[in-house]
C-alpha cells in the first residue's frame, strides 16, 4: 500500500501549538519532496509549506513564515509540520502530500499534479 497518513489535529486555542505528523508507507519517503496543503472552510486549497527530499530547500507561505516550521526524518518515514501561535484563520483541514524532481517553491504554489496524498487531519483553532 501507498500511504501518506496525516496526524496531529484537534483543537487548539489561539496562540497554542501543535504539531502535525505525515508518516509514509510503502514508498522511499526520501524519493520524494513533500508538502503541506490546507483548506480552510469557505477558502481554497493552498500550500502552507514544503520541503525537498533531504530538507535542503524549503519553502513557507507568507502567512505562516515565523510561525510554522517544517522537517522530515527519512528514516522514521515522517515528515512535520510544527505549528506555534495559531490563528483563528489557520483553521483548516491540512493535507501532506508527495512529489518528485520539483521545485518546492512551485510544489507549494501549485498544488495540482501530486502523486500521493494524504485524507487529511482537522486542526481547529478556537478559544
Known amino acids: 500500500q501507498l500511504q501518506l497518513v496525516e496526524s496531529g489535529g484537534g483543537l487548539v486555542q489561539p496562540g497554542g501549538s501543535t504539531r502535525l505528523s505525515c508518516t509514509a508507507s510503502g514508498f522511499s519517503l526520501e524519493a520524494y519532496a513533500i508538502g503541506w496543503f490546507r483548506q480552510g472552510p469557505g477558502k481554497e486549497r493552498e500550500g502552507v509549506s514544503c520541503?525537498?527530499?533531504?530538507?535542503?530547500?524549503?519553502y513557507y507561505a507568507d502567512s505562516v513564515k515565523g510561525r510554522f516550521t517544517i522537517s522530515r526524518d527519512n528514516a522514521e518515514r515522517t515528515v512535520y509540520l510544527q505549528m506555534n501561535s495559531l490563528k483563528y484563520e489557520d483553521t483548516a483541514v491540512y493535507y501532506c502530500a508527495a512529489v518528485q524532481f520539483k521545485p518546492v517553491q512551485a510544489m507549494c504554489r501549485m498544488s495540482g499534479g501530486m502523486t500521493y496524498w494524504g485524507k487529511g487531519t482537522l486542526v481547529t483553532v478556537s478559544s
Open positions: 520541503i525537498s527530499s533531504w530538507g535542503e530547500s524549503i
